[in-house]
């Protein structure tokens, strides 16, 4: 019988394994991504994305962490205007691009746009999106000053910025066509703001009437039109109106447009006003207001506050402008006034403490509307559908 012969295997190398696709974003502020962002995180997930997110840190990194996110600290001062200071932070950014060579660069609100921007230019990078969460005061003025300014944001961003494979991700449909863009266009991807839990906020009775009851819950800056409300709460008493307002929120100290801790205070002595300082549980907020106020003055991109509210039940009174406007359906679920205007904001206060089934039914359509788009769930799926359409382009 014939000897068996055996062949030796070579020694073959194994597969090397294909790196992960990753996601940069690059944000100002970690409790503003911790806020605001976290589903985006779960959209890049859910397609295989490593993440990170690039920015100043101060106690809100664990809570990124703990998406399985890896979080690199970029220092950089919000209130600096010093174009110098934005250069060296953009030339910082750039390097750290540069090492962890992502597929997508995500920058999110204006600041972090262009320098961003500038810094993904410099590091090769050309898949980017551009988040506007808002374009402020740039975005409501109406007046010359506010078209030269918006003339040389489009000049920036639709010039040296912008790449052919450049996405914008907006929250409301005023805010692409005032930097000329179309809010259908292919480059476009409008979503319900940062979306919210339906089932973590619910609507509860609300407390018996009266007083109507009245919150603004937002970071306590001028541009929040936080001064309107509180004067129109006084005019609305002295007309005989028996409301109350409730002021939730903490002075930003990095923000220009902060209002003082002291003026809170001294707020908080009028009668029928209340400072509360930082909400803790937003859902115990609502289960003791009637309305949600947020009388802006200037343009948002999809205000947190109004989606929450509306969310646990509650009327919306909030002001003519970007981001406001487009969510809050005047007369449905909410009423709408100018921006700046005591008097209006007073008259829509007297309004509603007149008309208590008016602020319940107002409260039931407010709930309703958020379901329609604006959930996480849906936010999530719109944003990633967004990834993997660049990632596939």
Not at 183 to 210: C, E, F, K, Q, W
Not at 256 to 264: F, H, S
């Amino acid at each position: 019988m014939a000897g068996t012969t055996r062949f030796a295997l070579p020694d073959l190398p194994m597969p090397a394994e294909q790196p992960r696709r990753k996601i940069v974003f690059v944000v100002t502020e970690d409790w503003f991504f911790v806020s605001h962002f976290l589903p985006m995180v779960r959209a890049a997930q859910g397609l295989g994305l490593s993440v990170v997110v690039v920015t100043r840190v101060r106690a809100h990194a664990g809570a990124i962490e703990a998406t399985g996110a890896r979080v690199v600290p970029l220092e950089a001062e919000r209130r600096s205007l010093n174009p110098l200071a934005a250069l060296s932070t953009a030339r910082r950014l750039a390097a750290i691009l540069a090492r962890e060579q992502p597929d997508i660069v995500h920058c999110i609100a204006l600041k972090s746009i262009v320098v961003g921007g500038a810094a993904a230019r410099r590091a090769g990078i050309d898949r980017r999106v551009y988040a506007l969460t808002g374009l402020g005061l740039i975005g409501a003025k109406r007046d010359r000053v506010g078209r030269l300014a918006r003339a040389g944001l489009r000049l920036v961003l639709r010039g040296a910025l912008e790449t052919p494979r450049t996405r914008y991700l907006f929250e409301n449909a005023d805010d692409p066509r005032l930097l000329g863009l179309d809010p259908a266009g292919d480059n476009v991807t409008i979503v319900g703001g940062a979306g919210i839990d339906p089932d973590r906020l619910s609507p509860s009775p609300p407390p018996a009437l009266p007083p109507l009851r009245i919150a603004v819950v937002a970071r306590m800056l001028w541009s929040k039109g936080v001064d309107v409300a509180v004067e129109a709460t006084q005019l609305a008493r002295q007309q005989g109106a028996d409301i109350t307002l409730s002021l939730f929120g903490a002075p930003d100290p990095s923000n220009p447009k902060a209002i003082p801790a002291d003026r809170l205070t001294a707020w908080s002595a009028l009668d029928g006003i209340t400072w509360h300082g930082r909400a803790e549980d937003i859902s115990a907020v609502w289960r003791d207001h009637h309305v949600a106020c947020l009388p802006s003055r200037g343009g948002e991109g999809l205000p947190l506050t109004l989606l929450e509210s509306a969310a646990c039940g509650r009327a919306l009174v909030t002001t003519d402008v970007p981001g406001c406007r487009s969510f809050v359906r005047d007369g449905i679920d909410g009423l709408i006034v100018p921006p700046g205007d005591p008097g209006a904001l007073a008259a829509a206060f007297r309004r509603l403490a007149a008309e208590p089934s008016l602020v319940e039914a107002m409260g039931r359509a407010a709930r309703q509307h958020v379901l329609d788009g604006y959930t996480q769930a849906q936010v999530t799926g719109a944003v990633g559908a967004l990834y993997q359409d660049m990632l596939d382009g």
